[in-house]
């Protein structure tokens, strides 16, 4: 018995030593086999313990070289992906388990070659297929972790006080951007056909506002799963950041086909802010009228649509200032009269109805004053400017209109006052002073208008 036990043991030294012996000799006489123990002996025992690359190199060239000897083999292909693991050589790990992959289904690789595939095909894909979803987990929340360190850094250079502190924290908002960006690359080398991958990277790009890259991944999504109102939503809101107007309408219009989106109240207000942006101002106006529907009291909505009209009075009233004077085109005139009334009622209204939700709007307040004032609507004019500018008191538009409106009710003294709370706000406002100017000496106050005849030509000096 104990003969057997020791002509056991002289065996498996034997067989364990048998690649070592060979390496000393003439690697010709080498079948694969030998290759593949001799390179398993070099990880085992001394990769193990040095864990350099050099030694792990030694391992894949003896399987390199064997694969250029017996051919194409999934055995040799599937350790070579597994060592190139080993070292961090993502990419080829991906090219020599894909090979293996492809291999184990060629029928015109030799039956021999493709043994290890025969004895358990499903298994041995299965092998590849978890070494990839490790390497891809690991990947993907090491970028996932490096966008949460993006993310505390940023917080801190909003918190930071000191100037000098800022270069450290840009580097380090520098280095988490490289290791993140990468760290998604080797994600969708390990699965190219996971959305995932490329969603996580096209968000981190958007951080560092790099939209069109970001676009790109966004479009790899699409590539891969199909449209949705998620995916489409994210090009269509990157594109506006550009902002790159009719990109942005092309992907917005995309998401409200969705029957989910139809009522998303949001990318209907940015449809119309794209189309009132490359002056489609009727269409602009579509989308209004639609946001309105869903929300009658959106303040973005309601300022767009009280604009909307204000614009298209403007207009009206440039046609008719262009009309002659004659009794042939006094039909024509009397329309835009109307026109201008109409449109006039139309912009105020809505303005009117931003004050009722708002009453601190301060551009809906100037535009119905000013809408007030070309109505001669004067007590409403005075009462939103003075509104205004109690909450803006040097909004100088706002101290311009409210004169104007006084002088409109010949309420002089009172413009005076506010021409004068002009100047004192903007000192170098010359059509102010020219104004002080008339109203001082129509109102018999001759050594203030020459003063202010004074300043106005020192003024045009400068």
């Known amino acids: 018995m104990n003969t057997v036990r020791i002509w056991v043991a002289v065996i498996v030294i ?23 123990q001799s390179a398993k002996i070099i990880y085992q025992q001394e ?15 003896l399987l ?58 499903d298994s041995y894909i299965a092998k590849i297929a978890g070494f990839r979803q490790k390497f891809w987990e690991d990947s993907y929340n090491d970028a996932v972790n490096n966008i949460m360190q ?23 908002k520098a280095k988490t951007v490289t290791a993140g960006l990468a760290a998604f690359d080797q994600a969708a080398m390990m699965k190219p056909n996971e959305p995932k991958s490329y969603e996580g990277k096209g968000i981190f790009l958007e951080r560092e506002k790099k939209y069109l890259e970001a676009i790109e991944e966004y479009k790899k999504v699409i590539k891969l799963s199909g449209e949705s109102a998620r995916d489409v939503s994210k090009i269509a809101y990157a594109y506006i950041s550009i902002p790159d107007w009719k990109n942005s309408i092309i992907w917005f219009e995309r998401l409200v086909d969705f029957e989910s989106e139809k009522q998303n109240v949001s990318a209907l207000v940015n449809l119309s802010i794209c189309y009132n942006a490359i002056g489609e101002y009727d269409k602009s106006y579509e989308y209004t009228e639609k946001i309105l529907a869903l929300e ?24 008719l ?5 004659s009794a042939g085109m006094e039909a024509k005139r009397k329309e835009l009269d109307a026109q201008i009334i109409d449109y006039r009622t139309k912009s105020a209204g809505h303005f009117e109805q931003i004050i009722a939700v708002d009453s601190t709007d301060q551009d809906a307040l100037k535009r119905l004053g000013l809408l007030y004032l070309l109505s001669q609507q004067n007590d409403k004019a005075v009462e939103s400017f003075t509104r205004l500018n109690a909450l803006a008191p040097c909004d100088i538009d706002a101290l311009d209109y409210l004169g104007r409106t006084y002088i409109q009710m010949a309420k002089f003294k009172e413009a005076i006052g506010t021409y004068e709370k002009l100047v004192e706000c903007d000192r170098g406002n010359v059509d102010a002073w020219e104004r002080l100017e008339e109203l001082y000496r129509y109102n018999g106050m001759p050594e203030k208008a020459d003063q202010a005849k004074a300043t106005v030509e020192e003024l045009r000096k400068l």
């Open 321 to 325: 200032s262009l009309i002659a004077d």
């Open 150 to 172: 993006y993310d505390t850094v940023e917080a801190w250079i909003r918190r930071c006080a000191s100037p000098d502190s800022l270069p450290h924290y840009d580097s380090l």
């Open 47 to 61: 990769y193990r313990k040095m864990k350099t690359r050099d030694i792990m190199y030694r391992s894949i060239d």
């Open 296 to 319: 009658p009291n959106n303040a973005q909505a309601l300022y767009n649509a009280g604009q909307y009209w204000f614009v298209k009075m403007q207009q009206a009233a440039s046609d």
């Open 14 to 36: 034997a067989a364990l030593a048998a690649p070592t012996v060979m390496a000393q000799e003439n690697r010709a006489l080498w079948n694969k086999s030998t290759y593949v």
């Open 64 to 121: 390199k070289e064997a694969n250029s000897r017996f051919g194409r083999d999934p055995e040799l292909n599937f350790m070579l992906g597994t060592f190139y693991s080993e070292i961090g050589m993502l990419d080829t790990m991906v090219m020599y388990f894909d090979s293996t992959e492809v291999m184990c289904a060629d029928t015109t690789i030799p039956e021999k070659m493709r043994s290890s595939c025969y004895k358990g095909k």
